[in-house]
């Protein structure tokens, strides 16, 4: 397995520790791919797995710029065309960076609600 993979193993299994309930991972469609598909409460939930190593590099959230934020939106679009039971759900776009592939997140690596479309 690679280091992106394992980067998203250790964040699903982070964030069912914390509550959310995973429904799918790797979900890849035409438009792009959603690393984690979960549900927080009623909320469904657009993960975006970010590693990076440390160095002075954007940062893994600051990685997420308006043209990863669009194709995200896409797939989650069409995660909701193909998925359609799942359209009555208010969603959100989340975005868990990580520094190491097998490391627990940091507090702060987990922003809600990164950005709306």
């Known amino acids: 397995?690679?280091?992106?993979?394992?980067?998203e193993q250790t964040?699903?299994?982070?964030?069912?520790?914390?509550?959310?309930r995973i429904i799918e991972q790797n979900f890849a469609s035409k438009g792009g791919e959603i690393d984690i598909v979960a549900l927080d409460g009623s909320t469904l939930v657009f993960v975006e797995v970010r590693?990076?190593?440390?160095?002075?590099?954007?940062?893994g959230s600051a990685s997420?710029?308006?043209?990863?934020?669009?194709?995200?939106?896409?797939?989650?679009?069409?995660y909701l065309q193909i998925r359609p039971h799942w359209r009555n759900h208010?969603?959100?776009?989340?975005?868990?960076?990580?520094?190491?592939?097998?490391?627990?997140?940091?507090?702060d690596a987990w922003i809600r609600?990164?950005?709306t479309t």
């Not at 964040?11 to 959310?20: D, K, N, S």
């Not at 208010?90 to 507090?107: G, H, I, K, N, T």
């Open 1 to 7: 397995m690679d280091a992106g993979r394992t980067a």
């Open 90 to 107: 208010p969603c959100r776009f989340d975005v868990v960076a990580l520094e190491q592939p097998q490391s627990p997140p940091a507090p």
């Open 51 to 59: 590693l990076r190593r440390p160095s002075r590099y954007a940062s």
């Open 64 to 78: 997420v710029d308006w043209r990863k934020q669009r194709k995200l939106a896409r797939a989650a679009a069409r």
């Open 113 to 115: 609600a990164a950005f």
């Open 11 to 20: 964040v699903a299994l982070w964030l069912r520790q914390q509550g959310l």
